[in-house]
């Protein structure tokens, strides 16, 4: 019976246990649940944000970087590689070094390398794409064709060189095109010994010459410029249909300058104008003077926020003593005119001569006749630059000089804060008496508490700074409310001999006109004048140098002016080939077209690079970049002085 109860029992226990699993499995079965799927990845997008809509001409680097922003699920994304594609034939452009990706920010931002339009117009679209994103971004971008001559309208040049009869000119004018040829104009010319003011401009032509610069020829009645031949040659390198850089390219004389379409509409100036003028004394001596001239009535100027300095080596003519003369005061018989159909005006600055502190040249003897302390003679670009030249037999200074005038934005307005912790490059050039050229290209930092850093380089044949110039050690800045901005013992960290003073006239806009006041120093007595542009805060390495640039250039060999214009293409890594057309006529090798260049350039710093020649000389340069579309070089040997202003712009 026992046996057959433990039977029973786990029969018994067999069958509940069954029961069981069938009853699981039945409810598992039965069950009402589903199983929830996994939620679909984050979409993976990418937009254009900056950089599409742009043109830029063949050859020429676009100004703005092509930027993309990457989102996954609506959040910026960082770290992941965007690849930019233009197209691989017909117009587009390539990137600097060949690097065509770029890595998103913080962001989600990723920004291109510098893109070159290349040789074929039109317009195309550049995508980027990143992995993850169903559809690229698209930026639309236009190559537009190169000028190959002017445009109808009147054209404002200017030129400073030298000539054969007598020495340092002066050149200014503007002249009309229609369909192609030069119809009329009107010029002002000043040297040593020939003065003419609104001199017609009778005709005549402009062709292309092979290496696609332009051969402009002016034809008038004046029987001394160009020995009485009637006419000059330009040599114009185009930057666009409206705008070229230019020399005089004929065996008479030899100078460099620019070329403006001129605006319609122009009207008498009015408010402040930064200024400065340089050439030469009555004395042949080298001679600077800017500041601010306020228009603050139409026509007339109060005298009420408007200054001029001066400076004046004078070393060697026992009449003429060195002098700098600051805050010179004008009084209310100061005017400006309207402009004539050509848009020349002329600014009659009268100086206080109560002061003591005033240049006694200023102030004109009883019974002279002079209409002015300084008349400065300008053709108008369009109502905010003016090209400038003295007409030295209306006025009492008897200068042989020439400058610009540039439109103030926030006048009257300038502090420190205006200044404080931006960078300018500057271009200056003059004379010292130890070289007695002198040449200084540079960038100054502002430093927030009115101290100095930044970069210089010299050169006056004697002595010149090394090649990616000098650390700036020392130096001081204040700026007046005129925009007037005052840089004291600005010295180098190789080159402690050097100390440089400048007034610095502010435009509110991103531009500077420079002149030195170093005439009286014990050291290296100095005159000076050149421009400044704000430096852009973006990052300039060797990829900001890219596409195609039009060049000018003063060079000289001891005192022989030889100048030259011509383009350059950069590859954004190391290479720069071009050509020059070069007025050697006084340093003995004459007219040369299309003379050929290869160089090589490194980065240094910032915005410096070491630009050196490939032929035998190796000469070097050092080339500070404003940003990626223009800057300045200057030569760093005994060998000769360069100093050149390029640009794509």
Known sequence: MRSLHIKFLKSLLLVICLGMIANLVACGGSSSKTTTPPPPP????????????????????????????????????????????????????????????????ANGKATSPPFTANSTAGTYTVTASVSGASTP?????????????????????????????????????AFTVASGAITAGEQHFSDDAHVVALEPITSGTIAANTDGTLAITLNFADTVINGGAGNVTLDASLVSSSKALLIEYDGWATASGELDLQSTGLTTPSGS???????LDKFGQRFSFGGVINVDGPGTISGTGSVIDISDVCVTNAPCTAAVYPNQVLV????VSTPDTFGYVFFYLDADCTSSSTDPR??????????????????????????????????????????????QTGAGGFSATSLSGSTYVIGLDGTDTAGPKLQVAGQITFNTGGTLGGNLSFNDHTSQSPQGGDAISGGAYTVDPTGRVTITGVTTTATPGFTYNLQLYLTGDGHALVISMDSTVVTNPDVLAGTGALQTTTPLTAASLTGTYELDLIQFAGLN???????????????????FDVNGTFTGTGLVPDSKFNDSY??????????????????????????????????NDNLGLTLGYFTNH
């Open 42 to 105: 984050p979409t993976v997008s990418i937009a254009a944000t900056s950089g599409s809509s742009q043109s830029a001409a063949v050859g020429a680097a676009f100004t703005n970087p092509l930027v993309a922003t990457v989102t996954t699920g609506g959040t910026p994304t960082k770290g992941v590689t965007v690849t930019f594609t233009a197209p691989s034939s017909g117009a587009s452009g390539t990137f600097a070094g060949g690097v065509n990706t770029a890595t998103t920010d």
């Open 137 to 173: 971004a698209s930026f639309s971008l236009t190559n537009t064709a190169v000028a190959t001559t002017l445009a109808d309208g009147n054209y404002v040049f200017s030129l400073t060189g030298n000539d054969a009869a007598n020495g340092t000119f002066f050149y200014a004018g």
């Open 273 to 279: 104008y930064a200024f400065n003028s340089t050439g």
């Open 332 to 335: 209310n018989t100061s005017t």
């Open 362 to 407: 200023l102030c004109p003897a009883t019974g002279t006749g002079i209409a002015a302390s300084i008349e400065l003679d300008g053709y108008m670009i369009d109502n905010s630059h003016i090209r400038l030249i003295e007409f030295p037999n209306n006025d009492q200074l008897t200068g042989n000089t020439g400058g610009t005038a540039l439109s």
């Open 561 to 579: 002016e030889q100048d030259a214009v011509g383009k350059f293409t950069a590859d954004g890594v190391s290479s720069i080939t071009g050509f």
């Open 602 to 635: 490194t980065t240094t710093t910032n915005g410096i690079f070491n630009v050196t020649s490939t032929g035998s000389s190796a000469t070097p340069f050092t080339a500070y970049l404003v940003d990626g579309t223009q800057g300045v070089f200057i030569e």
